[in-house]
């Protein structure tokens, strides 16, 4: 799809067709567009979503941003200005992106149990120049209305981890194979939430109720056809001196599918493919503690499912809007930055295709471009946390 000009007249008309028709009075709701001392030089929230989207869109800072939006008739304000507004604009943003998320109900708590469920996703950048990772962004996603629930931005010392965030009761931390390790798992339960995660035969020991070990690989070669089948089972954390009792959950894949996650992991491991990581990736393995009552082997299988759509989403915005780009220090800044980003995501799915915000269809490719590379310097000075009430 050709860029759009958001600083020309047919440009922003594009864009504002897919915006809410009240998006105008949400700004007001706000606050956005209020001013302490003297007078506003940004007055609609039309001209100050063309500035932001324009700054974040194109990954240019802010002086340039201001005096490309004055070539096009936008606003003449300073770059400080700019910034001022950009420290407030998050909530704005945010109900944007919401209100382009709440069509249909593929995630609402009705459908999983009643769990509020939050996906939680990790980016590696480095800086122009750089060899290997200079910082992780780690993101807690609610997918009802893809808010972002908490952002954390760690070192490269610092691995992917539910510590990462809060919890709270009835929601459901779901992660991938980087997640499943028993501190992370602990920090989950502790706080009353659950956790579904897919399952790392090498960073999560199970064992039984009994305490006796279990056998992962042995215990899925004994699985029939491809019906999915659960046990269940303890882990421990040492660190939390708890032991958390959950259920163990596998299914076989069919043989077309096993084919491409055998593809995926030799990609992976580039060559150095062991014999048991290509017999592992034929299975979907999972745990949870979420009881069964509450979620079923079945509904575990769809929501995990869910977990890849949400994946896919990621890849894209990380190839297409540069979303794990991060030119910014403040915390407030940056989370009007990814918000802006998230926004120009939805907006263009919904341009290409008009297929659900959450669920576009399935990529030719499901490797999008994964390695991100900063656009601006971005020295980590120190973690930063940002948590928002569900």
Known sequence: MAPIDVTSAAGWQTIEA??????????????????????????????????ILLHAGADIGLRQTVALAAEGGLPQVSHVTLHRKMRLAAPFLRELVGRLTRAGDEVSPERWGGY????????????????????RLHLQLRLSDLE???????????GESYKRFVWKPDQLAMGDRGYANAPGIASVVEQGADVLCRVNRNSLPMRTRSDEPIDLMAWVRRLKGHTPCERQVVIYSRE??????????A???????????????RR????????????????????????????????????????????????????????DRLP???????????????????????????????????????DVGLDAVESHDHPVARPRRRAHAA
């Open 251 to 265: 299914v076989r894949l069919p043989p077309r599918e096993a084919e491409k996650a055998r593809a995926r992991v």
């Open 328 to 366: 910014k220090y403040r915390d407030d800044t940056i989370l009007t930055w990814l918000y802006a980003k998230m926004l120009l995501a939805l907006l263009m799915q919904r341009m290409a295709s008009g297929a659900s915000s959450l669920f576009p269809p399935d990529p030719q490719d499901d």
């Open 116 to 135: 509020e469920v939050h996906a939680i996703d990790g980016s590696s950048f480095c800086a122009p120049g750089g060899d290997g990772t200079d910082a």
């Open 18 to 51: 897919y915006l809410p028709q009240d998006f105008e009075a949400i700004a007001k709701e706000e606050k956005v567009l209020e001013v302490q001392y003297g007078e506003a030089k940004i007055t609609s929230a039309r001209d100050l979503l063309r500035l």
């Open 148 to 158: 972002i629930v908490g952002v954390a931005i760690d070192d490269r010392s610092v």
């Open 268 to 323: 992976e491991f580039k060559g150095k493919t062991s014999a048991s990581d290509l017999e592992a990736a034929q299975y979907v393995v999972l745990f949870t503690t979420a009881p069964a009552p509450r979620l079923s082997l079945e509904m575990c299988l769809a929501l995990y499912r869910l977990r890849w759509q949400v994946e896919l989403a990621f890849k894209r915005w990380k190839s297409l809007c540069h979303f």
């Open 240 to 249: 939390h001196q708890r032991v958390i009792e959950g259920r163990l959950m």
